[in-house]
C-alpha cells in the first residue's frame, strides 16, 4: 500500500512507457523466431454432421507436409509447421480454434475448408486479426456474402476459391437440357444457409429456370432432418414432375427418396446438391443409389496436376484409395489446392515475417492447381476482388461392377475436362 | 382426397415417433430417470443391426434375432453398472450422466465407423407399397413401423398387469421402498427394465435405419420427438404415448402441407398448447 503512495509521476511515466513499449519487445521477438518457422494453423471439420469433407485430411497432410519439406524463400530453406484444429461442424468452435491459432500458436496463416460454417468464422477471425488467410469448399456466395462483403472494396486478408451457385444452376440446367425430359422440376429446399440460398427467389434457382422454360414446383423450406415428405411427393405428382433439384443433406435425401418409391413418384432426373458428394452415401441408398445426378468440383479425370507434388489429379485420388481403401472423395482435391497455394506464397514472399508482405504476395497469385487455375488479380474467374471460381461440371453415379462410380457427363462449363459416360434417366 | 394421404401418412410417420417414446416412457414409468442419451442409444442400436448385417449377411429384420439379445443385455449391465448409482441422490445426477453417456456414445460411433451416413439395406420391401385408393399409396416398411408400435405398446401394457416381472416394475414405481421391504430387489428390477427399454430401442433403431440414412450425430434430433410424444401423450401411460406419437406425426403432416416450413413448427405448437392446457398430458397415469 505504502509503495503505491510512494509513486512520483517520473515513475509512473517511466512504467507506463515500459508497458507501452512491451509489445513492440514482444513482437520484436515473436519476429525473430519466425525466420526459422512459418506456422499455418489449418481448420477443418473432423468430427460432426459434415465430417465426410474432412476425412481425406489425414492422407492429404500427410503428402504436404514430406512436399513441404524442401521448400524455400528467398534461396533458404523455410521450415513449415502445420497447426490443425477441428471445427466440430460447428461454427462458434470454428471461431474460437481459429483465434487459439492466431494467439496462442502464433500462427503466420491460416487455412480452412468445408461449408460455410467453419471457413466463415476462421476468415472473420483472419480479417479481424490481420492475419493471412486462404477458404474453400464453400459456395463463394454464402461466403462472401455470408460474411457481409461489399464487391466493391472485398476483404483485405482472407481470400477464397471455389465455385458459386451461378456455376451449379447452369450445370444442372445443361443435365436437364441433356436428359430432354419435360421442363417441370420439383424443388427441395430445407430451412438452412444453403437451402435458403439456393431456394431464394431472386439470387437462387427459381429466376434462371424460369427463363430456361422449366416450371418450378417449390412447396417451401422444409426443416432439416425431416422425418416425412408426404405433401412435398403429393404436390410434385400432382404438378406431374419429371426433374427433381435442391440441396439437401444425405438424411434428407435418403428419407425423401425411399418415400418418393413408396407413394409411386418415379422422376426421370434426380440432381440434388451437397446431398449426393459422398460414395458412402450413394452405397448406402442401395440399388436405388444408380443414376442419381450431381455437381461435379473435382474427379480423377480433371487434367490438373500438383504444383506442390507433381502429381496428377489421378495420381493422388489412386494414392488415397491405395492408403486407405476407400472410395476418393471431392474434397480431396480442394483441401490438397489449398496447401498448393500456401506453398506458393512461402516460395515468392519477399518477407515471411510480415503479415502484410504475405498477403500482398497471397493477393498476388497466378498459378495452376489440382483444382484449376487460381489467380485474385482480376479477371472473368474473380466475381468479386477475393475470389477465384473453380470449374464445375456435372455428372452421374453410375453402377459399374459391384461399385458406383461418379461419372461426368456434361462438361459444357468446363470443356477441359473430359467427359467420361452418358447421362442415363431413372425410368 | 390429398388431405386423406397427408393425414394417413402423417399417422404411419407417428408409429415411429411412438416407438422412440416408448423405451423413454418405460423408463420414465419405472425409475423416473429421464434418459438424454435414449436418442443416441437408438442409433448405436443401428450400428449394431449394421455390423450385424455386415458379419453375418441376415436382412434387416432378421437381425434383430441378434441385436434385440444384446441391446437387452447392455440394457441390463448399464442400469446395473451406471445408472443405478446416480439413483436416489436427487434430479441432476440421471440427467448428467445420461447426458455424458449420449456425448460418449456419438463420439465412440464416430470413432468406430467414421462419419458416413449409413442404411440398412432391406431389399425391395423398402419401396415397395399398395394403393389403398387412388393418390393414397402405403408403403411397407411404414406400415410395419405403425403395427411395430402398436404391438410393442400392446405386449409392454400386457407385460406390466399380467406378469410377475410387470406387478414388481408397478410396484418399485408406486413405492420402491416398500417394494424393497416386500422382497423386492430394485436395483435388479430397474435394470430388467431397462433391458426391455433397450429392446425396444433396438426395433426403433432397425426401423428408422432401413427408413432413413443415419449418422452418429442424429440421436438428439430423435430425442425431441420422443420426448413430446410423451408428454402429449401423458407421463407413464403407454397407450397415452402411441397416441402421442401420432397426434405429433399427424400435426407435423398438416403443417407441412400448408407449408413445409411449418412441418415441425406444427409439431412443436401442438405439444406446447398439450403442456399449457393439460400439463399432465392427454391421458395420464392411473388409466389401467
Known amino acids: 500500500m505504502?509503495?503505491?503512495i510512494m509513486l512520483?509521476?517520473?515513475?509512473?511515466?517511466?512504467g507506463a512507457g515500459?508497458?507501452?513499449?512491451?509489445?513492440a519487445i514482444l513482437r520484436a521477438t515473436r519476429a525473430s523466431a519466425q525466420d526459422a518457422v512459418f506456422k499455418i494453423g489449418y481448420v477443418s471439420p473432423n468430427t460432426g454432421p459434415i465430417a465426410g469433407f474432412a476425412e481425406a485430411d489425414a492422407f492429404i497432410l500427410d503428402g504436404v507436409r514430406k512436399a513441404f519439406a524442401g521448400l524455400t524463400n528467398n534461396g533458404k530453406p523455410v521450415s513449415v509447421e502445420i497447426i490443425t484444429k477441428d471445427s466440430q461442424s460447428s461454427s462458434n468452435r470454428a471461431a474460437e480454434v481459429a483465434t487459439e491459432l492466431i494467439e496462442k500458436d502464433g500462427v503466420n496463416m491460416l487455412l480452412a475448408s468445408a461449408?460455410?460454417?467453419?471457413?466463415?468464422p476462421v476468415a472473420d477471425q483472419a480479417e479481424l486479426n490481420e492475419i493471412p488467410c486462404i477458404t474453400s469448399v464453400t459456395p463463394w456466395q454464402p461466403y462472401f456474402f455470408g460474411r457481409n462483403g461489399d464487391p466493391a472494396s472485398g476483404f483485405s486478408w482472407t481470400y477464397h476459391f471455389f465455385w458459386g451457385l451461378e456455376d451449379v444452376i447452369a450445370n444442372f440446367l445443361a443435365i436437364w437440357d441433356q436428359s430432354g425430359v419435360a421442363k417441370s422440376i420439383g424443388g427441395l429446399f430445407p430451412n438452412d444457409a444453403d437451402g435458403n440460398a439456393w431456394g431464394d427467389a431472386k439470387l437462387g434457382m427459381p429466376t434462371p429456370l424460369s427463363e430456361a422454360g422449366y416450371a418450378l414446383v417449390d412447396p417451401g423450406r422444409y426443416q432439416v432432418m425431416n422425418a416425412d415428405f408426404s405433401s412435398q411427393i403429393a404436390a410434385f405428382k400432382k404438378a406431374g414432375c419429371k426433374i427433381v433439384t435442391g440441396n439437401m443433406i444425405p438424411p434428407d435425401f435418403a428419407t425423401f427418396w425411399s418415400q418418393a418409391g413408396q407413394q409411386g413418384f418415379r422422376?426421370?432426373?434426380?440432381?440434388?446438391?451437397?446431398?449426393?458428394?459422398?460414395?458412402?452415401?450413394?452405397?448406402?441408398?442401395?440399388?436405388?443409389g444408380d443414376g442419381l445426378t450431381s455437381e461435379i468440383w473435382w474427379s480423377p479425370s480433371h487434367p490438373f496436376t500438383s504444383s506442390l507434388t507433381g502429381e496428377s489429379a489421378k495420381e493422388i485420388a489412386d494414392g488415397y484409395m491405395a492408403a486407405t481403401g476407400k472410395q476418393w472423395t471431392q474434397p480431396i482435391g480442394f483441401n490438397h489446392a489449398l496447401f498448393e497455394v500456401a506453398a506458393d506464397v512461402i516460395r515468392r514472399a519477399d518477407d515471411l515475417s510480415d503479415p502484410q508482405s504475405v498477403v500482398d504476395t497471397l493477393a498476388a497469385t497466378d498459378m495452376q492447381s489440382i483444382v484449376g487455375p487460381i489467380s485474385w488479380k482480376g479477371g472473368p474467374l474473380n466475381p468479386v476482388r477475393n475470389v477465384v471460381r473453380t470449374p464445375l461440371v456435372g455428372g452421374q453415379w453410375q453402377k459399374t461392377g459391384d461399385r458406383f462410380e461418379l461419372v461426368i457427363t456434361n462438361n459444357s462449363q468446363a470443356p477441359s475436362i473430359p467427359v467420361g459416360g452418358e447421362l442415363k434417366l431413372l425410368s | 382426397m390429398e388431405w386423406i394421404n397427408i393425414i394417413v401418412q402423417g399417422i404411419l410417420v407417428g408409429g415411429l415417433y411412438a416407438l422412440f417414446a416408448t423405451g423413454l416412457s418405460l423408463i420414465f414409468g419405472v425409475m423416473r430417470l429421464v434418459n438424454i442419451a435414449h436418442g443416441d442409444l437408438i442409433i448405436a442400436a443401428a450400428y449394431l443391426a449394421y455390423t450385424v448385417i455386415q458379419?453375418?449377411?441376415?436382412?434387416?429384420?432378421?437381425?434383430?434375432?441378434?441385436?434385440?439379445p444384446l441391446s437387452a443385455l447392455f440394457g441390463y449391465g448399464l442400469q446395473l453398472a451406471v445408472l443405478n448409482r446416480t439413483l436416489d441422490k436427487g434430479i441432476l445426477p440421471p440427467l448428467l450422466v445420461t447426458f455424458g453417456l449420449s456425448i460418449i456414445i456419438q463420439n465412440f460411433l464416430l470413432e468406430t465407423f467414421s462419419a458416413d451416413s449409413r442404411r440398412l439395406n432391406a431389399g425391395a420391401i423398402e419401396i415397395s407399397s399398395f394403393s389403398l385408393m387412388p393418390g393414397l399409396d402405403i408403403g411397407y416398411v411404414p406400415l410395419l413401423t405403425f403395427a411395430c408400435a402398436v404391438a410393442v405398446v400392446w405386449g409392454l401394457q400386457y407385460l406390466f398387469y399380467h406378469s410377475p416381472m410387470g406387478r414388481s416394475f408397478r410396484a418399485?414405481?408406486?413405492?420402491?421402498e416398500v417394494s424393497q421391504l416386500m422382497g423386492l430387489n430394485n436395483r435388479t428390477v430397474y435394470a430388467a427394465a431397462m433391458a426391455l427399454s433397450m429392446v425396444v430401442v433396438a426395433i426403433a433403431g432397425v426401423l428408422l435405419a432401413i427408413r432413413s440414412n443415419f449418422d452418429p450425430f442424429m440421436g438428439p434430433g430423435r430425442l425431441i420427438f420422443g420426448f413430446e410424444a410423451v408428454i402429449i401423450g401423458g407421463l407413464g401411460n403407454l397407450w397415452g404415448t402411441l397416441a402421442g406419437g401420432v397426434i405429433l406425426g399427424v400435426a407435423q403432416a398438416v403443417g407441412a402441407q400448408i407449408d413445409p416450413g411449418w412441418q415441425l413448427l406444427a409439431g412443436h405448437?401442438?405439444?406446447?398448447?398439450?403442456l399449457a392446457v393439460r400439463p399432465q398430458g392427454l391421458f395420464p397415469k392411473g388409466v389401467a
Open chain 2, 55 to 68: 458379419l453375418t449377411g441376415l436382412h434387416p429384420l432378421a437381425s434383430l434375432v441378434v441385436v434385440l
Open chain 1, 115 to 120: 461449408s460455410p460454417d467453419t471457413a466463415n
Open chain 1, 267 to 288: 422422376p426421370k432426373v434426380v440432381t440434388i446438391g451437397k446431398a449426393l458428394l459422398f460414395p458412402s452415401v450413394i452405397e448406402s441408398l442401395g440399388e436405388r
Open chain 1, 8 to 14: 512520483n509521476r517520473r515513475q509512473v511515466l517511466r
Open chain 2, 172 to 176: 418399485v414405481s408406486d413405492d420402491p
Open chain 1, 18 to 23: 515500459a508497458l507501452l513499449a512491451a509489445p
Open chain 2, 269 to 274: 405448437i401442438v405439444f406446447l398448447l398439450i
Open chain 1, 2 to 4: 505504502s509503495r503505491i
